[in-house]
């Protein structure tokens, strides 16, 4: 193999004695699918037949297998290196995508992040402390009903105000609708607060669908998207990119496949596309660890060769009691996302108090130098 590669590491469960024969069967299978005798042309032995490059113990009769696959195979295109990455082996239970590391010459393909932390940064005017946002829910609400929780939002100062990942192109809530009342939301709080939040609406359908919501939204003056790249298919950051917009990436259904998250929401997620990613919450109703919640954020904010540097997003059953910890580990380049915790009380009243709680919180924070 001459030319440039992708490098991956899988956690591979396996008797010490039978690592190398299911090292050399993970490696061709992501490839050429054929045992190396099978191999008649020199140019597919030589050039598209990776290596394997390491293995050592990741605990009992379990190991880490890093492979070496030629950049070549991945045809530049998103969906091929997921291929190459997991597509035949995320079938075997034995194995699960721990890292990936691609070649600048390919990152610079797919692009990265168009905006990036610092672009969001200098979208929303906010410098030197952590963004604040929260969601629109519950699904079932009317769009006047949903511009008036956008209103409160605003308001109360909150930087991001963004749909719930569960908001559709409902009847009872149509997409269009709900995008026009919600802007127009974030205009009327702007004339009291002087300062207009950055209203994000969720994207979610058919490719041909997303397409026609995401030039919709543009039509009507939104600045930022969000999707779910594991809902809609993970290549199809790609085309949204080309919006122009800022994409903020959900992770939803992303617990299906197994990739570990620094690979899936760390790496993958910010190199086809997304400017900021939102994870589980150490301690929220979701069981990452506060290891893999550091390690997320470490990955999205350092980037990579040709990828710029994404802003992190902890979300899922964030207490607004738990703010100083939460700014504490997280730091000051995050976006925290509260949605359920400023919306336990029906009354408007308590709503846009907890959410200025929130936001002066955040605003008023010290950070350790």
């Known amino acids: 193999m001459s030319g440039e590669a992708i490098e991956v590491t899988y956690r591979v469960r396996s008797p010490a004695a039978w690592l190398?024969?299911?090292a050399e069967a993970l490696l061709l299978e992501?490839?050429?699918e054929l045992p190396r005798a099978a191999l008649r042309s020199a140019f597919v032995r030589e050039e598209i037949v990776g290596r394997v490059l390491a293995t050592e113990p990741a605990g009992e009769d379990a190991f880490l297998v890093t492979i070496e696959q030629p950049a070549a195979a991945a045809a530049d295109d998103p969906a091929q290196l997921l291929n190459v990455l997991f597509g035949n082996s995320s079938l075997q239970p034995d194995v699960e995508l721990v890292d990936v590391r691609v070649p600048e010459s390919l990152a610079r393909v797919f692009g990265g992040p168009r905006f990036g932390l610092a672009g969001l940064r200098r979208l929303t005017g906010v410098q030197g402390r952590a963004l604040t946002a929260s969601a629109l829910k519950p699904m079932g609400l009317a769009p006047a009903e949903m511009a008036a929780l956008c209103r409160t939002f605003a308001l109360a100062g909150i930087d991001v105000i963004k749909d719930d990942h569960g908001l559709a192109d409902h009847p009872f809530c149509p997409f269009v609708e709900r995008v026009r009342a919600c802007l127009e939301a974030t205009r009327d709080a702007a004339q009291t607060t002087g300062r207009r939040a950055l209203y994000v609406p969720n994207l979610i359908g058919s490719?041909?669908?997303?397409?026609?919501?995401?030039?919709?939204?543009?039509d009507l003056?939104?600045?930022?998207?969000?999707?779910?790249?594991?809902?809609l298919g993970l290549p199809i950051l790609q085309d949204l990119v080309r919006c122009g917009l800022p994409v903020l990436a959900h992770p939803a259904l992303g617990g299906a496949p197994r990739f570990n998250p620094k690979a899936l929401l760390g790496k993958l997620f910010p190199l086809f596309g997304a400017d900021a990613v939102i994870y589980p919450n150490v301690g929220g109703r979701f069981s990452y660890s506060a290891e893999t919640c550091a390690e997320l954020a470490a990955t999205l904010r350092a980037g990579g060769p040709a990828v710029a540097p994404a802003l992190p997003v902890p979300a899922g059953g964030m207490k607004t009691d738990g703010l100083g910890a939460a700014l504490e580990f997280h730091g000051a380049d995050t976006m925290l996302l509260i949605g359920g915790s400023l919306l336990e009380s029906p009354d408007a009243e308590i709503l846009l108090a907890r959410s200025r709680g929130f936001v002066e919180a955040v605003r008023s924070f010290s950070y350790r130098t």
Not at 221 to 226: L, S
């Open 20 to 22: 190398p024969a299911r």
């Open 30 to 32: 992501q490839t050429v």
């Open 221 to 231: 003056g939104v600045e930022a998207v969000m999707v779910s790249p594991m809902l």
């Open 207 to 218: 490719p041909i669908a997303v397409l026609r919501q995401v030039r919709q939204a543009q």
